[in-house]
């Protein structure tokens, strides 16, 4: 049986399509200009394995003695929801293959950046540090 | 003598006096925070229960109604010195001191039902007397609601007194014949059974079943993922940017849960809010100010809102909801062991117990401690 594509279903999968197209252009958007943005700030040429590693990298807490990372909360699962240290909260999944909300928002990912860096490694991130986790995070 | 019995108590006075003593003490037992919703459902029965039997008091059968058995006082009081004295004669319906006893029981549980309502309305705002007085009378409400239930509890063993002695000494069980309605013929009295109105015994059993379905319908037909709210809470502000920001992390704790000057603080102190540093730009920072300043003013909305402001010192800026003495002494009964488990978390975590802290609402009847996921055992 052939599967009739009439006008509304055409423009129905139009609809998709350019949602589907939009949602990643707004993410490599952000992604770009936050990678050029970061540029200008010094840094080289992003690394995503760097970024790897540093995500995964484990720092002790000079107040606490707690040991921290990324992956506390995000899970080694970039793909599956994390939760929140200290309180429990769920945490949506990082991976943007899954959660097309991530790396949509330079805002966003600034705040983040910001207020995670200096909870997990104890200072603000460096422009390199920043572009080479976003490297690794965007294709995720 | 013939020896036969007689029907002294009509089918409607006993399911009276058998629902009262079970509604009675269903909202003895169900009187803890966590099961309003049925305590209140066992008093809306009582308090049904008790209006009938002032119908009853008037329009049902011989034995039934006040004419028949209220007594002068000093009738009552010369029965009382004989029954002390183990002479006391038989009596086919109430004895002239039973008698008051009834009226003196009726009235308790009146006004433990009003007071009741009184406090439903004013303390919680619910019920047909919701808001009608301030907060500041729920106090007085419910501590009388406490008082009128001990009295009446202490009548009622009086009465289990009587009707052991008066069983003993006329050699009959008392208490059968308010199950089965009968008693032995008594030749100076009245002979004829009294009619057995079972009509009006279906009819009022079918009225108290009704409406128990009719009050429970949202646990039967509730479906969906979040779970049945019997209560719902007043209306409360709402404010998307709130829920984001703040839920981001944590419950998004409603603005109505602590004084301006708290938010104030909270929010200016963001470079360390609990040792993290929330890097929020100026603007989100005034419009969730704003927002919780107004969320704020309606802050005695709630019953928990009200009681927390009401126990925080002027001179006191808490930055956090547990810091406040009516949370510490609401929650002081809970084990250490309780807030660490893993379905907890934490004190923090408002959302484990009570099933309405994302609206705000933090009614008594939305509280309940979680399940242990393992064996499936209450700590308390």
């Known amino acids: 049986m052939a599967i009739k594509v009439n006008r509304r279903m055409m423009s129905a999968i139009f609809l998709v399509g350019i949602s589907c197209g939009l949602i990643v252009t707004a993410q490599a958007s952000a992604v770009q200009e936050l990678l050029a943005e970061y540029g200008k700030e010094g840094a080289g040429k992003y690394n995503a394995v760097n970024g790897e590693n540093l995500w995964k990298r484990v720092q002790v807490d000079a107040k606490t003695g707690q040991k921290r990372s990324c992956v506390t909360c995000h899970t080694n699962d970039l793909r599956k929801p994390g939760k929140h240290a200290r309180t429990g909260k769920l945490i949506k999944p990082m991976a943007p293959s899954v959660n097309a909300d991530r790396l949509t928002d330079k805002k966003k990912i600034e705040k983040w950046f910001h207020r995670n860096c200096k909870w997990t490694l104890g200072r603000i991130c460096t422009p390199q540090e920043k572009a080479d986790i976003l490297a690794y995070l965007a294709n995720q | ?380």
């Not at chain 2, 009081?77 to 029954?83: D, F, Q």
């Not at chain 2, 730009?281 to 419009?287: E, K, Q, V």
Request: glycine share 8%; net charge positive; hydrophobic share 45%.
């Open chain 2, 1 to 380: 003598m013939v020896s036969s019995k007689l029907r002294v108590w009509d089918l409607p006075t006993r399911v009276f006096h058998w629902g009262l003593v079970s509604s009675y003490v269903a909202a003895w037992l169900l009187r803890g925070d966590q099961y309003l919703h049925l305590h209140v459902l066992a008093g809306y029965l009582f308090f049904f229960l008790l209006l009938f039997r002032l119908y009853w008091g008037l329009a049902g059968s011989f034995h039934a109604r006040f004419s028949s058995f209220i007594r002068p006082m000093p009738e009552a009081w010369e029965y009382l010195k004989k029954a002390a004295g183990g002479k006391a004669p038989r009596h086919l319906g109430h004895n002239p001191a039973g008698g008051w006893a009834v009226l003196l029981l009726v009235s308790l549980g009146l006004m433990i039902s009003i007071t009741g309502l009184l406090t439903l309305g004013v303390e919680e705002g619910h019920g047909p007397l919701a808001g009608i007085l301030e907060r500041e009378w729920a106090a007085l409400f419910h501590a009388s609601h406490q008082a009128l239930a001990w009295a009446m509890l202490s009548m009622v063993g009086l009465h289990l007194v009587a009707v052991f002695r008066e069983s003993m000494l006329h050699r009959e069980s008392l208490p059968l014949a308010m199950l089965t309605g009968y008693k032995r013929t008594d030749t100076r009295a009245r002979t004829e059974n009294v009619q057995p109105h079972a009509a009006v015994a279906l009819a009022l059993l079918g009225v108290m079943l009704g409406f128990s379905l009719w009050w429970g319908r949202g646990y039967l037909l509730h479906s969906g993922n979040e779970p049945y709210l019997p209560f719902s809470g007043p209306m409360l502000s709402r404010n998307a940017l709130w829920e984001e920001e703040c839920g981001a992390c944590h419950l998004a704790y409603h603005p109505s849960l602590l004084p301006r000057r708290s938010w104030n603080r909270l929010l200016t102190q963001q470079e360390n809010h609990f040792s993290e540093d929330l890097y929020l730009d100026a603007g989100t920072i005034s419009r969730l100010r704003a927002y919780a300043v107004t969320g704020e003013a309606g802050n005695t909305v709630t019953e928990a809102s009200w009681k927390i402001h009401n126990s925080i010192p002027a001179a006191k800026t808490p930055v956090r909801i547990t810091e406040t003495s009516y949370w510490k002494n609401k929650h002081k009964d809970i084990p250490e062991k309780l807030w660490t488990r893993s379905n907890i978390g934490g004190r923090h975590n408002c959302t484990a117990c009570h099933l309405d802290a994302r609206q705000g609402w933090f009614e008594d009847g939305a509280m309940r401690i979680p399940f242990n996921g393992k064996n499936m055992t209450r700590i308390m």
